[in-house]
């Protein structure tokens, strides 16, 4: 068989969800626990374990797990939050969800991660918290994003939706600041189907995490609710695939390096197509394999054409319909002109994703770095 006929369509991202998966799900509905309760207990405590995270919470997806975190830090209403303007819209919407207002910052040219060089002119007196977003499955530069919030005394939630196992010098993703945010949604590294995760080192945002997740109170069983809070719970279903899920985690991410390592060969001589730059000391556990193409948005209609489901690099911040007003908000310091974010745009104008899941086959990424050359031959 050759390998167009094993071609149908090459999505662009595929969960890695089978039997095992489905028995550990069918086991809790026998047991007849499917709210949370033991899974869920077990898996926060492999999570805090893997992580080395003192505390975790679950959320019910990652845009309430920021914005949970965001709360449990006090950030509201006439705060300002610093969002990087290459992210999914989701970080700059749970800011919004607490009344504060996000402020996107610029990012840098060489792997899209928020730049805190281009962030001072930003800050006024209702700064309150910076979020730098792990993209891409790599990190930010933590070091240069806690010096700069040290400096100007912001708290520093981190976007790590995109992040699971990666670690930047020896630490994982989403413990370096105040509060640190997962996604379990179906394209992430792993998954719950939807389901969130927040992790602190502070007791008492934890505590705060807890009461605002669950009506105000500790645990369940008591109507007397010292504080406000929400249901943000999740179910003992979502956590049995989840626990599979991460009993798979390392085996996920070795497969996604092997399949990287694919891409690399066979693309190292496209000169058109160049891979984005690893922070030095960080691991890269690739979420999608990110390209900065020539003629990006051609070849993406090339591919789409071809079967293979492509997606650009998120669309600015600053550029999105929904936000027009925010530039009006904040006084006129924030400009949310092209020319403020040229590297973001360049991220829109020349970025590619790739499929990078588990499942992918050394076949289908012959055959996608295949259409990719005959592209670029052709034209
Ligand atoms: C960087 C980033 N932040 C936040 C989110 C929001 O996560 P969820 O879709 O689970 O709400 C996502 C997920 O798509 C994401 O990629």
Not at 16 to 44: C, D, M, P, Q, Y
Request: proline content about 4%; aromatic content about 12%.
């Amino acid at each position: 068989m050759t390998y167009t006929e094993t071609i149908h369509k090459i999505p662009q991202v595929m969960p890695w969800i089978g039997s095992e998966e489905a028995e550990a799900v069918f086991a809790t509905i026998e047991e007849n626990w499917i709210t949370e309760g033991s899974r869920s207990k077990e898996l926060s405590d492999q999570l805090n374990q893997r992580m080395k995270a003192p505390y975790g919470v679950f959320a019910p997806n990652g845009t309430l797990a920021l914005y949970l975190g965001l709360m449990a830090l006090g950030i509201g209403a006439g705060d300002e939050v610093l969002v990087p303007d290459c992210t999914f819209i989701g970080s700059a919407n749970a800011v919004l969800m607490t009344g504060a207002t996000p402020v996107f910052v610029e990012v840098n040219r060489y792997n899209f991660q928020i730049d805190v060089t281009k962030a001072a002119h930003l800050i006024t007196e209702r700064s309150r918290a910076i979020m730098p977003v792990h993209l891409f499955g790599m990190v930010a530069n933590m070091y240069e994003v806690m010096a700069f919030a040290s400096q100007h005394n912001l708290k520093v939630i981190e976007d790590a939706a995109q992040a699971m196992g990666v670690h930047y010098q020896g630490q994982h993703a989403g413990t370096f600041g105040d509060v640190g945010c997962f996604s379990f949604f179906a394209d992430k590294t792993i998954t719950m189907g939807e389901g969130g995760y927040v992790v602190c080192n502070d007791p008492e945002v934890y505590e705060r995490l807890m009461l605002l997740r669950n009506q105000g109170r500790w645990d369940r069983g008591s109507f007397i609710h010292p504080a406000i809070g929400f249901n943000f719970r999740i179910t003992d279903m979502q956590a049995a695939l989840g626990l599979v899920q991460l009993s798979k985690l390392d085996t996920i991410i070795e497969r996604k390096l092997k399949i990287l390592d694919w891409y690399y060969e066979r693309l190292a001589d496209v000169a058109e197509v160049n891979f984005l730059a690893v922070e030095s000391g960080s691991e890269f556990v690739p979420f999608r394999a990110a390209l900065i193409c020539d003629r990006a948005h051609e070849l993406m209609a090339f591919l789409t054409s071809q079967n293979v489901q492509c997606r650009t690099f998120f669309y600015p911040l600053h550029k999105q319909p929904c936000f027009e007003s925010l530039g009006q908000e904040q006084g006129g310091i924030l400009d949310l002109s092209d020319a403020a974010y040229p590297n973001a745009m360049y991220g829109y104008d020349r970025g590619v994703s790739l499929p990078i899941f588990p499942t992918l086959t050394e076949i289908q990424v012959d055959y996608l770095c295949d259409r990719i050359r005959e592209f670029y031959r052709s034209k």
